[in-house]
C-alpha cells in the first residue's frame, strides 16, 4: 500500500514563513491536497491539484512540487492557522491516502 | 452549495453494528463520489472507502474489508455506512465527504464510542 511522510510537527512564529513537507512515491503519478483540521472540526481543503488554492483560500497558503514530494508553504502565518495540517492524494483513480499529519504551532 | 449533515453520536458494545447517515442538503449526491473517513481519538484521519452514489459500486479499504458496507438512498440523497463486528479501537469520529471537482465537502462527523 501507499504511504505519505509528513513532519510531525512544525512550528512558526506570527508573520514568519512556514513549509510542511509530504513525500511519497504515489506523488509521482497522482495530485496532492492539503487540509487542515481544527480541534473538534471538520478537515478544510486549502490546496488541490499540489498548487491550486479553493475559493475563500488566503493567498498565503500556496503549494508547490519536486519530484515525489509536494510542499505546503504558509507565508506570513497567523495565529489562526494553528491546526493539524494533512497532505493526501489518490490512489488509482478514487482511492484516498492520507499523510499521518502535522501539527503547526504559531507562537 | 451543499451541506452534509450526518446523524447524531452513537455509543455500542463490542460485537455489534453501527450506521451512520450523511444527507445532502442544497444539492444532490447524485454524480460525486462519496468517501468515509475516520479519525481515532487524537490521531489521524483514516480512508475507509468510497460509493459512487449513481451506481452503487463500492470499494472499502483493506483494513475494513468484509466488515464495512456503504450505501445510498439517491430519492432522499442519503449515503450510509455500517460497520459491523465494532472493537473498542473502532471508537472514533466518522466522517462522510463528497468529492467534487475542485473542492471536498465534509459533514460534521459522527462520534462512535465502542465499550462494554
Known amino acids: 500500500s501507499y504511504e505519505l511522510t509528513q513532519p510531525s510537527s512544525v512550528s512558526v512564529s506570527p508573520g514568519q514563513t512556514v513549509r510542511i513537507t509530504c513525500s511519497g512515491d504515489i506523488l509521482a503519478k497522482k495530485y496532492a491536497r492539503w487540509f487542515h483540521q481544527k480541534p473538534g472540526q471538520a478537515p478544510v481543503m486549502v490546496i488541490f491539484k499540489d498548487s491550486e488554492r479553493p475559493s475563500g483560500i488566503p493567498e498565503r497558503f500556496s503549494g508547490s512540487r519536486s519530484g515525489t514530494t509536494v510542499t505546503l508553504t504558509i507565508s506570513g502565518a497567523q495565529v489562526e492557522d494553528e491546526a493539524d495540517y494533512y497532505c493526501?492524494?489518490?490512489?488509482?483513480?478514487?482511492?484516498?491516502?492520507f499523510g499521518g499529519g502535522t501539527k503547526l504551532t504559531v507562537l | 452549495q451543499v451541506q452534509l449533515v450526518q446523524s447524531g453520536a452513537e455509543v455500542k458494545k463490542p460485537g455489534a453494528s453501527v450506521k451512520v447517515s450523511c444527507k445532502a442538503s442544497?444539492?444532490?449526491?447524485?454524480?460525486?463520489?462519496m468517501h468515509w473517513v475516520r479519525q481515532a481519538p487524537g490521531q489521524g484521519l483514516e480512508w475507509m472507502g468510497w460509493i459512487n452514489p449513481n451506481s452503487g459500486d463500492t470499494r472499502n479499504a483493506q483494513n475494513f474489508q468484509g466488515r464495512v458496507s456503504m450505501t445510498r438512498d439517491t430519492s432522499i440523497s442519503t449515503a450510509y455506512m455500517e460497520l459491523n463486528s465494532l472493537k473498542s479501537d473502532d471508537t472514533a469520529v466518522y466522517y462522510c465527504a463528497r468529492e467534487g471537482m475542485s473542492t471536498i465537502d465534509w459533514g460534521q462527523g459522527t462520534l462512535v464510542t465502542v465499550s462494554s
Open positions: 493526501f492524494s489518490t490512489s488509482g483513480d478514487i482511492d484516498w491516502v
Open positions: 442544497g444539492d444532490t449526491i447524485v454524480g460525486y463520489y
